[in-house]
């Protein structure tokens, strides 16, 4: 059966794909007693005295809010907030799966009410996960929102950004080249380009980092460079020429990959050639990250000379696939009682995810989105951090 058919059937019979279960018993007077009144007055007693208190009496500590908008979702783009929610439906899934958090989708018609929406339902939430929300907004969006006292974080941009440098460091073992000698053109400066970059370029982060040598972020219109007039209006592109682009070259795509070790595209489909790749460096790695068509197939990038190629796609070695970092990252910040998800943590769950495959190969970078063993080992490096050493 066609994949797109299966599925609309087993949305259509399971009418979605999550639910809500009682954790409690209710056979009787007594067990209606405990979970609902008169019982229930203590509880609410408590947490009236101390607010932290919710953590051990509520779902609080072990539940996240999904939130979007619908505008820019998987590869459909701009679809609106309830043809979202078959999307966030499934986040909320795969955190349970893979993490045991219960999380719960929270799709919003209004994106310019979101960050108030966002701090009205808080109290119920141990965290955030903003998630499908178009560039430039989401960044303007998760800011406003760092003061909440619970972690939030935008998926697509630092979940995609956490699988891709555990990646590459794995990338780099393969291929015996330096991590710190890397030159990286990025296609694409959207939520998840920008967010690379930064992460690859330490950003914000402690001492403790080590940044790849130079990064040429590229959009649809070439090399972001600081003589771009068109981006004057875009203060996002105009942070990244303060840490990309050292030489404030110009030109197009092609002019960016001349001499370059690493292409990270998360852009559109078909647009890396067999030519482009062999004008970069020898035994390049190549990221082809759009979905569903990556910016080149796997068997091209090879016969051009690729040493590792991975895409967003699971029918391909390698996958980067944000399922990877974002329920271990969640679950460490709601274990440790985070306030903030910090670079710091994003750069440990990245660590702690590229060595939990021992002996990364060509074909094996990073482990299967399905090993149920990735979340604990990058909650437990997310929990460690200790932001006060910094």
């Given at each position: 059966?066609?994949?797109?058919?299966?599925?609309?059937?087993?949305?259509?019979?399971?009418?979605?794909?999550?639910?809500?279960?009682?954790?409690?018993?209710?056979?009787?007077?007594?067990?209606?007693?405990?979970?609902?009144?008169?019982?229930?007055?203590?509880?609410?007693?408590?947490?009236?005295?101390?607010?932290?208190?919710?953590?051990k009496?509520?779902?609080k500590?072990?539940t996240?809010?999904?939130?979007?908008?619908?505008?820019?979702?998987?590869?459909?783009?701009?679809?609106?907030?309830?043809?979202?929610?078959?999307?966030?439906?499934?986040?909320?899934?795969?955190?349970?799966?893979?993490?045991?958090?219960?999380?719960?989708?929270?799709?919003?018609d209004?994106?310019?009410?979101?960050?108030?929406?966002?701090r009205?339902?808080a109290?119920?939430?141990?965290?955030?996960?903003?998630?499908?929300?178009?560039?430039?907004?989401?960044?303007?969006?998760?800011?406003?929102?760092?003061?909440l006292?619970i972690?939030?974080?935008?998926?697509?941009?630092?979940?995609?950004?956490?699988?891709?440098?555990?990646?590459?460091?794995?990338?780099?073992?393969v291929?015996?080249?330096?991590?710190?000698?890397?030159?990286?053109v990025?296609?694409?400066?959207?939520?998840?380009?920008?967010?690379?970059?930064?992460?690859?370029?330490?950003?914000?982060?402690?001492?403790?980092?080590?940044?790849?040598r130079?990064?040429?972020?590229?959009?649809?219109?070439?090399?972001?460079?600081k003589?771009?007039?068109?981006?004057?209006?875009?203060?996002?592109?105009?942070?990244?020429?303060?840490?990309?682009?050292?030489e404030?070259?110009?030109?197009?795509?092609?002019?960016?990959?001349?001499?370059?070790d690493?292409?990270?595209?998360?852009?559109?489909?078909?647009?890396?050639?067999?030519?482009?790749?062999?004008s970069?460096n020898?035994?390049?790695?190549?990221?082809?990250?759009?979905?569903?068509?990556?910016?080149?197939?796997?068997?091209?990038?090879?016969?051009?000379?690729?040493s590792?190629?991975?895409?967003?796609?699971?029918?391909?070695?390698?996958?980067?696939?944000?399922?990877?970092?974002?329920?271990?990252?969640?679950?460490?910040?709601?274990?440790?009682?985070?306030?903030?998800?910090?670079n710091?943590?994003?750069?440990?769950a990245?660590?702690?995810?590229?060595?939990?495959?021992?002996?990364?190969?060509?074909?094996?970078?990073?482990?299967?989105?399905l090993?149920?063993?990735?979340?604990?080992?990058?909650?437990?490096?997310?929990?460690?951090?200790?932001?006060?050493?910094?």
């Amino acid at each position: 059966m066609d994949i797109y058919k299966e599925s609309l059937k087993i949305h259509e019979e399971s009418k979605g794909k999550i639910e809500v279960i009682s954790k409690l018993p209710l056979k009787n007077k007594h067990d209606l007693s405990l979970a609902y009144t008169p019982g229930v007055a203590e509880p609410c007693r408590q947490i009236a005295k101390d607010k932290d208190l919710a953590y051990k009496f509520t779902i609080k500590g072990n539940t996240v809010a999904v939130v979007t908008d619908g505008s820019a979702v998987l590869g459909l783009g701009n679809i609106g907030a309830i043809a979202a929610l078959p999307v966030m439906e499934g986040k909320a899934i795969l955190f349970k799966e893979f993490a045991g958090i219960d999380a719960f989708p929270i799709c919003l018609d209004n994106p310019d009410t979101i960050v108030e929406t966002v701090r009205s339902i808080a109290p119920v939430f141990g965290g955030i996960n903003l998630e499908d929300i178009a560039a430039p907004r989401c960044f303007d969006i998760e800011a406003q929102l760092q003061d909440l006292g619970i972690p939030v974080m935008h998926d697509d941009q630092h979940g995609t950004a956490v699988v891709l440098l555990a990646a590459l460091i794995n990338a780099c073992k393969v291929s015996k080249k330096k991590f710190e000698d890397l030159t990286i053109v990025i296609n694409g400066a959207g939520a998840a380009g920008i967010a690379i970059a930064k992460l690859l370029k330490c950003v914000d982060t402690g001492k403790e980092c080590i940044s790849v040598r130079k990064i040429i972020v590229c959009d649809t219109k070439g090399i972001i460079n600081k003589n771009r007039a068109d981006i004057h209006e875009n203060k996002y592109k105009i942070e990244l020429t303060s840490f990309t682009n050292p030489e404030n070259i110009s030109g197009s795509l092609s002019d960016a990959l001349k001499g370059a070790d690493v292409f990270i595209g998360v852009s559109k489909g078909n647009i890396l050639t067999e030519s482009l790749i062999r004008s970069m460096n020898t035994a390049p790695i190549i990221f082809a990250l759009a979905n569903p068509d990556p910016e080149v197939l796997p068997d091209i990038a090879k016969k051009a000379g690729a040493s590792v190629v991975g895409t967003g796609r699971s029918d391909f070695p390698n996958q980067i696939n944000n399922v990877l970092a974002f329920p271990g990252i969640f679950r460490g910040a709601l274990d440790a009682r985070k306030k903030k998800i910090s670079n710091t943590m994003k750069i440990a769950a990245a660590r702690a995810l590229a060595a939990y495959v021992k002996s990364p190969t060509a074909d094996a970078i990073l482990p299967s989105p399905l090993d149920k063993g990735v979340a604990p080992i990058i909650a437990k490096a997310v929990a460690g951090v200790n932001e006060s050493k910094r």
